[in-house]
């Protein structure tokens, strides 16, 4: 398969002299285009999933970290774009994805655990209880089996 928008941006990319790829910003406005036309095919995943793996290829292993941010730039002007990493390739259980997501996008929010002296939720927090026994009250334990009938026990929590 092939992969239209990734293309597009090799080919626009030239040898620089600070870095060793650059993208010139004059070239954004075509490749926006492209991009465009990209979100309407049935591959949009796929072609969303080699842009960012070039980002992160020009960013990190080519030594091109402009040319990788101007292809996010790229991405985050497109609202449909970003709106497709967010539901469909940032996986729910990978939170450094997330982060990492949020970051690139300017989003990045401090993550604070609760201070060792502070109060507890209250009425709006959640019983530890609960998340030991979700009926709540008393649970029937065996204690041990004698012959042909159990010894029950009742626990608290």
């Known amino acids: 398969m092939t992969a239209r928008l990734e293309e597009s941006i090799v080919a626009r990319l030239a040898h620089g002299h600070e870095e060793r790829f650059e993208l010139a910003l ?10 465009q036309r990209v979100l309407q095919t049935p591959q949009v995943l796929f072609e969303l999933t080699r842009a960012l793996a070039l980002s992160v290829a020009l960013r990190e292993t ?28 940032i996986k ?28 507890s939720p209250g ?22 089996r004698t012959g042909s009938e159990d010894r029950l026990m009742s626990s608290r929590r």
Not at 26 to 35: I, K, N, Q, S
Not at 62 to 88: D, F, M
């Open 26 to 35: 004059e070239e954004l406005p075509g490749l926006r285009l492209v991009l």
């Open 62 to 89: 080519l030594g091109s970290p402009r040319a990788g941010e101007r292809v996010l730039h790229l991405l985050k002007s497109e609202p449909r774009a970003v709106e497709l990493i967010r539901k469909e390739l």
């Open 92 to 119: 729910t259980g990978a939170i450094d994805e997330v982060r990492a997501f949020r970051h690139a996008e300017d989003r990045a929010e401090p993550l604070t655990a609760p201070r060792f002296d502070s109060r």
């Open 123 to 144: 009425q709006s927090g959640i019983p530890l209880s609960c998340f030991l026994d979700p009926a709540g009250g008393r649970v029937p334990r065996v204690i041990r």
